[in-house]
């Protein structure tokens, strides 16, 4: 069967394709999204799962960014909250930590006022380690902070959002990967792997870190941003866990462990990729760096290769030209036309901040057609949901 001729057509179903499948389709465009593999079979399942602001973006000062994702915690924890739960996070420090505790006490002051007094936070008692953290090391251990965040499914959360996309009338093909697109100045006609050609007004480009790699496909060459391809693997551990923990890793670097399936997730690193693989997989270092951290925290129950259920291991994008640390965590848009968009570019940024990210895409998309229309994506809610197809 032939497809009608649409105002969107959207290459990529994560958490940024589907985020704008849903704010254009509320608003009233006719749309449709291809996806190559399933909803959120990208950087979109492999994540931390935290719906949250970003402590550690307050030591670089980008207070906007946690301002406008706190913001966006709260609205996800408003509109689905049977997909997004708020979770008490805890932080120990340790005589040879590299924060002194009143350091990480200032930041976590400044993140609830910043949450507007949603993120309380509280240093526990010392009688009150072990029965929250149970097993973690206390050889060392000066305090414990915890304060609160939001946690979610990031597959499910995704799916979720597809679902109100297609009920709002958009449609999604699974298994249907770009082969190539090419414009005539009114439409583009887009040819899918398997042959199948679709036609669509204004092409959106949230393919993720295959972003390049689906521009290559594009006539004519869309505008791009060099960046660095950034991975980051989280395993799953033989291990029971009820408690978010925050801390560092043996080499220093940011390490959450949390609970996922009534056992421990413990994640992430960052390794620098050449080139995106059709399939990012855990290097050694990756593998042995995570499980070196949790036998530092739990000397009691160390881990080994044989006691990993599963992993996850997603790339993101970052600007060049800075540190994987420092870079932005913001989504960048590049459209051909900034007047009158014909192709719109999303680097995506965080999961937390998808919705506010999609609105600010609507805005531009809207551009192109003579009677602009606008949902908001605010009152809309989402509730779980399987899977979305067809
Ligand atoms: C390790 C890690 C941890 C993270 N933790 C958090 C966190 O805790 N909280 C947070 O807020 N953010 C987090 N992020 C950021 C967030 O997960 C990502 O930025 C977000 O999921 C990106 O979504 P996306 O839609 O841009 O990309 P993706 O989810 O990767 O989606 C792109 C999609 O495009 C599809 N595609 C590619 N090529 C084609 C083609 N030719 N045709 C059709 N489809 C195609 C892919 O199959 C994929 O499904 C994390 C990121 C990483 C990597």
Redesign the pocket.
């Known amino acids: 069967m032939v497809e009608p001729d649409r105002d969107l057509l959207i290459?990529?179903?994560?958490?940024?394709?589907?985020?704008i499948a849903q704010a254009a389709a509320a608003s009233g465009y006719s749309v449709t999204l291809?996806?190559?593999?399933?909803?959120?079979?990208?950087?979109?399942?492999?994540?931390?799962?935290?719906?949250?602001g970003?402590l550690r973006y307050l030591e670089q000062v980008k207070v906007r960014l946690v301002f406008e994702?706190l913001r966006e915690r709260e609205m996800l924890l408003k509109i689905a909250p049977e997909l997004v739960q708020r979770e008490w996070f805890f932080i120990p420090i340790y005589a040879d930590s590299r924060r002194p505790w009143w350091f990480v006490a200032c930041g976590l002051l400044l993140y609830w006022l910043l949450s507007g007094g949603r993120s309380r936070f509280r240093r526990l008692h010392e009688g009150e380690w072990q029965t929250v953290l149970p097993g973690l090391k206390t050889e060392g251990l000066c305090a414990v902070l915890a304060y609160e965040d939001a946690?979610t499914d990031?597959a499910a959360l995704?799916r979720a959002v597809a679902a109100s996309a297609k009920a709002y009338g958009c449609r999604i093909f699974e298994d249907?990967?770009?082969?190539s697109a090419s414009y005539d100045g009114n439409f583009w006609l887009v040819r899918?792997?398997d042959g199948r050609e679709m036609r669509a007004r204004l092409l959106v480009n949230?393919?993720?870190?295959?972003?390049h790699?689906?521009c290559s496909?594009i006539i004519p060459a869309p505008p791009e941003v060099a960046v660095r391809l950034?991975?980051?693997?989280?395993l799953l551990l033989d291990r029971p866990c009820r408690s978010y923990i925050y801390t560092e890793s043996v080499d220093g670097r940011v390490m959450?462990f949390r609970p996922w399936k009534g056992k421990m997730l413990v994640?992430?690193?960052e390794v620098e990729l050449a080139e995106m693989p059709l399939k990012p997989f855990p290097t050694k270092n990756e593998v042995s760096t995570i499980l070196a951290t949790h036998n530092l925290y739990f000397p009691g129950s160390p881990c080994s290769e044989a006691d990993i259920l599963d992993t996850?291991?997603?790339?993101?994008?970052l600007p060049a030209g800075s540190g994987a640390f420092a870079a932005s965590?913001e989504?960048l848009m590049l459209a051909d036309d900034e007047r009158l968009p014909a192709y719109l570019g999303?680097?995506?940024?965080?999961?937390?901040?998808?919705r506010s990210e999609a609105q600010k895409a609507l805005a531009l998309i809207a551009r192109h057609f003579p009677e602009p229309q606008h949902a908001d994506t605010r009152s809309i809610p989402l509730g779980d949901s399987g899977k979305a197809s067809g």
């Open positions: 290459v990529g179903g994560g958490i940024y394709g589907c985020g291809i996806e190559k593999n399933n909803i959120a079979s990208g950087a979109s399942s492999q994540s931390t799962k935290l719906i949250h970003g994702a946690a990031d995704t249907s990967g770009l082969a899918l792997d949230a393919s993720g870190p295959w972003m790699e689906v496909r950034i991975q980051g693997t989280h959450f994640g992430t690193t996850f291991c997603g790339v993101r994008m965590r989504a999303v680097y995506g940024g965080k999961l937390t901040t998808y």
